[in-house]
């Protein structure tokens, strides 16, 4: 670094050992303010619980602590109204409130981190910011559920085709299709839910590893600040990041969801399927080709689970091997993490509103039920039925649609019925009847399976389990 580049850094907390700060270059790479300023507001609630534990245990004066927490009330607000902004030279966002504080009350400020060190605090703070963002994301995961399900239930009966290897395979509905895809979000919405639960204790009082001499109440924090309890052990109070990496993971979980729904959408939009018309709002359009209608949204969704894959790994990745109990490596958490809720957040919504405003095009879907032999597995049931072994049932079944292929047909019901007996003798006539695809569908009444009647209990078990976890 040139001589001329090297700028003092500003204040910092912990000036009192080191002669010498960082230069100005070297003190904003390890600063963390750019990214934990949005924990401004839950790094004011934690100090103002410390605080006040602080003053009912005696370890500063009452008039102190009361002084304290109106300070910070006044804080948030000005921080709220904007007639307060984050200082971006700050190291991080402890030391900017602690700063403020101790400018505006002088010594009454510079006893609030009596008892802590910054690495309980962050780790109460994240947490703090974890237990009102996450809802927030779990009520747009109930949001698009729900519009999910509110379409499937109009589409309980709509017949498309369902594929594996992407061939069509056998009937299904649009309705059975869209609850697969809630069923899904259905165990994700769970997966944010447990991760919540874990993470609801207290880390403050921690310390910086080993706790304090001092009579702290950890108690009387961890219930003002609205955890069930405190923390455990005061060294994973600092280290652990576990809550990091579940919700990372669910969020992945949940963006790779969302990845392969955005998929199914971009086929179905596409020429050769036309099973959606996404509306005009919610498509982009090319600056060279002018009757282009691309369906960017679902394409960039999917394109945005791969950051939260990352995240998954970053995280990961810096938490093997990393000694006990805090280090600084624990700084990069916060910026994995808080990509990942703000992706799913915003994928969330805009998946919804892309999925609201389409038109399914279901007279294109039910057409493509026939041809392709959707039909051949229910042609194949309907002689084990009669009593023929599964295998022989399917060799005929297979046969019959050789002979459909070399006829140039393109349905098992094109066949006359002497040229079907011709592969079993077992086949009579209601077996037209029993391979349209409605009669396929409506045959499936399993648990599990397409029949409307079936898919309508589907989306009651669905919507239930909504409604019983909030
Ligand atoms: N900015 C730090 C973080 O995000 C806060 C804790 C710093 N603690 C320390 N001993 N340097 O983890």
């Not at 600063?31 to 924990?39: H, K």
């Not at 729900?146 to 309705?175: F, I, W």
């Not at 026939?370 to 309907?382: C, K, M, R």
Request: glycine letters at 6%; charged letters at 25%.
């Amino acid at each position: 670094m040139a001589e001329n580049d090297k700028k003092q850094a500003p204040g910092v907390l912990w000036a009192g050992r080191l002669a010498e700060k960082p230069e100005a270059e070297a003190f904003v790479f390890q600063a963390s303010i750019a990214v934990d300023s949005r924990l401004a507001r839950d790094d004011i609630r934690g100090s103002r619980a410390h605080a006040a534990m602080l003053g009912k245990q005696g370890v500063i004066p009452p008039e102190t602590a009361v002084k304290l927490d109106a300070e910070l009330e006044r804080i948030a607000g000005e921080l709220e109204s904007g007639t307060l902004t984050v200082d971006t030279n700050a190291e991080d966002i402890h030391s900017f409130i602690e700063g403020i504080l101790t400018e505006r009350l002088g010594d009454a400020g510079r006893v609030v981190h009596a008892g802590r060190s910054r690495n309980d605090q962050v780790a109460v703070d994240f947490r703090l910011y974890i237990k009102r963002a996450v809802p927030e994301l779990v009520a747009e995961l109930t949001k698009t559920i729900d519009a999910l399900l509110d379409a499937a239930e109009k589409h309980t009966g709509s017949l498309m085709p369902g594929y594996t290897h992407l061939q069509r395979a056998q009937p299904v509905t649009l309705g059975h299709h869209l609850v697969a895809w809630c069923a899904g979000l259905v165990r994700d919405r769970s997966r944010f839910t447990d991760a919540l639960n874990r993470l609801d204790e207290c880390p403050l009082g921690a310390g910086a590893l080993a706790g304090s001499s001092l009579p702290l109440d950890r108690e009387a924090t961890a219930k003002a600040l609205g955890f069930a309890r405190p923390t455990l052990n005061s060294m994973d109070s600092v280290a652990d990041r576990d809550f990091a990496l579940e919700l990372s993971s669910a969020s992945a979980i949940t963006m790779t969801h969302l990845s392969r729904f955005c998929e199914d959408v971009v086929l179905w939009a596409s020429e050769e399927f036309k099973f959606i018309d996404l509306a005009e709002s919610w498509s982009t359009g090319s600056s060279i080709m002018p009757q282009k209608k691309n369906p960017d949204f679902a394409e960039l969704i999917r394109g945005k689970s791969a950051r939260t894959t990352g995240n998954v790994v970053t995280l990961l990745t810096l938490l093997k091997g990393l000694p006990y109990a805090y280090d600084k490596d624990l700084q990069e958490d916060k910026e994995a993490l808080f990509d990942s809720i703000d992706t799913v957040r915003n994928c969330l919504r805009m998946f919804r509103g892309m999925m609201e405003s389409a038109r399914f095009n279901t007279e294109r879907m039910e057409a493509a039920c026939v041809g392709g032999f959707l039909e051949a597995t229910d042609a194949a049931e309907y002689l084990v039925r009669k009593g023929l072994p599964f295998r022989k049932a399917h060799e005929a079944a297979a046969l019959i649609v050789r002979d459909c292929v070399t006829a140039g047909l393109t349905r098992i019901a094109d066949r006359s019925l002497a040229e079907l007996k011709t592969r079993s003798a077992l086949f009579e006539a209601d077996l037209y009847d029993a391979i349209t695809p409605s009669a396929c569908v409506a045959a499936r009444k399993l648990p599990g399976g397409p029949a409307p009647e079936e898919v309508r209990r589907q989306i009651g078990v669905l919507r239930n389990t909504i409604a019983q976890y909030p």
